[in-house]
């Protein structure tokens, strides 16, 4: 474990391979089966419920239909979650053929509006928990099985692979810290 500010590291952020392979994948990062969806932060439900304008075009009609009649986001304060398509997809996910993808960073990479997504789906494969400060660490999924062997041959590690989360969570100097610290302890 490694502190950063007032933020608890665990060090398989730093060590790990981790790179996305989104044509082994599929993007099962948004459809895993379950209860919930995605935690959402409390600041986060109304950036969403406005990015819904925009992302809707991308939005299958059975999306859309499930959106309309049960929301986009559950939960209470400091527990908010997405919504599930029948405890599996969020309801913001959309398909270009077989890959799942989400629909509000769509709405964002093509200029119309500049919410991202939550920010736990953005730093995924890392996890935030709290100890009185955030305490991030690394949580292994089977269907993330062919991330680490991708990480390893191009080189990148957790923290490299979500480094626009975590400065957009943390900010720069935070990122800088970070890394300054890995550098001693590699």
């Known amino acids: 474990m490694m502190i950063v500010g007032n933020t608890l590291v665990d060090e398989s952020i730093g060590k790990e391979y981790f790179d996305c392979d989104l044509n082994k994948c599929k993007g099962a990062c948004c459809t895993f089966p379950g209860e919930f969806g995605a935690p959402v932060l409390d ?47 969020c309801v913001f996910v959309f398909y270009e053929g077989d890959i799942a993808l989400c629909a509000i960073e769509k709405a964002h990479r093509d200029g119309k509006i500049n ?52 400065i957009r969570a943390y900010g720069e100097d935070w990122y800088s810290k970070y890394t300054n610290e890995l550098k001693g302890i590699q």
């Open 43 to 89: 600041e986060e439900v109304e950036l969403i419920k406005q990015s819904y304008k925009y992302a809707k075009e991308y939005l299958s009609e059975k999306s859309i239909a499930y959106i309309e009649k049960y929301g986009m986001v559950e939960g209470s304060e400091g527990d908010f979650t997405t919504v599930c398509i029948d405890k599996k997809d």
């Open 115 to 166: 919410y991202i997504k939550p920010i736990s789906c953005h730093l995924f494969p890392i996890r935030a928990g709290k100890f009185g400060g955030d305490y991030l660490y690394y949580e292994q999924f089977e269907v993330c099985k062919p991330a680490p062997p991708n990480g390893k041959k191009n080189n990148v590690r957790i923290f490299e692979s979500v480094k626009t989360a975590l």
